[in-house]
């Protein structure tokens, strides 16, 4: 894992762009085509929580979502701490998701039956998500690839076309990452989305929303590469966003 050293950046405050780019996204719809192997691992996801849940309304199972889950030991911890959700981790590495499910990540409680684990790309799962009228009650994002080069600024969640996507669909989203930069950003992305909301009636759901950025200080590791950063004795901060 490559992780370890601290974010390497030609950027040493918000990106000058932030506010033009998420303005300009909120105004406009992502229309990229579905991939279709992502179209199949949502469908395989919805049997499975519908099969964990024994019902057929997708709408009235809780889920919490566990976006980027590398080799998905946060979705277990997750798992745990929404007893009554299907938790679902999903990553587009085969090598990092292939590891999710092992039960050295579970210790001798073993694996959680309300937790899975799927192999897709999220910039086409969460639009399927939103669209299906999943409940999703959280939304785990931890450490996302930062893109800490200026000219790669728009690959980040937060100044992509996805953003006003990912903001809708939950009412908490936590993201947690090992840059103070990206998580600024975020926190103000989040506020310049929700004063476009308001003018903007296909956010109306997003009237409200908050962001508040912390520093965290994980008493045991939860994610593959908290425990490197923890260990190489990286600051950590996390932005909780409630809408
Ligand atoms: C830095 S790793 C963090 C993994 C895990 N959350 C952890 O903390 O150990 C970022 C993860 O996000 C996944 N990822 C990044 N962009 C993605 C996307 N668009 N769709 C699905 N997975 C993505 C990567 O494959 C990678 O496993």
């Not at 931890?142 to 903001?167: A, D, G, L, V």
């Not at 308001?198 to 939860?222: F, N, V, W, Y």
């Amino acid at each position: 894992m490559n992780g370890v050293r601290s974010v390497t950046t030609n950027q040493d405050s918000i990106h000058k762009d932030l506010e033009k780019t998420v303005r300009k996204y909120a105004r406009t719809q992502y229309m990229r085509p579905i991939a279709l192997h992502t179209q199949e691992a949502f469908e395989q996801a919805r049997e499975k929580i519908l099969t964990w849940a024994g019902q057929s309304d997708i709408a009235s199972i809780p889920v919490v979502l566990d976006s980027g889950c590398g080799t998905g030991e946060s979705t277990v911890h997750l798992a745990r701490r929404f007893p009554d959700c299907a938790v679902l981790g999903i990553d587009k590495s085969e090598v990092r998701i292939g590891k999710s499910g092992d039960p050295s990540h579970a210790g001798p409680e073993g694996i959680p039956a309300n937790a899975f684990w799927i192999r897709a790309e999220l910039l086409d799962f969460w639009r399927l998500v939103l669209d299906d009228h999943w409940d999703v009650r959280y939304h785990a994002v931890f450490y996302p690839n930062p893109w800490p080069k200026q000219s790669e600024c728009t690959r980040r969640f937060h100044m992509h076309p996805i953003f006003p996507t990912m903001m809708q669909l939950a009412p908490v989203t936590e993201l947690r990452t090992n840059w103070e930069i990206y998580a600024q950003e975020f926190r103000g992305a989040v506020g310049i989305l929700g004063e476009e909301s308001k003018t903007i009636p296909e956010l109306a759901s997003l009237r409200g929303i908050r962001a508040e950025l912390s520093t965290l200080q994980p008493d045991s590791p939860e994610t593959a590469f908290e425990r490197k950063y923890a260990a190489a004795g990286q600051s950590l901060w996390r932005v909780m966003v409630n809408r």
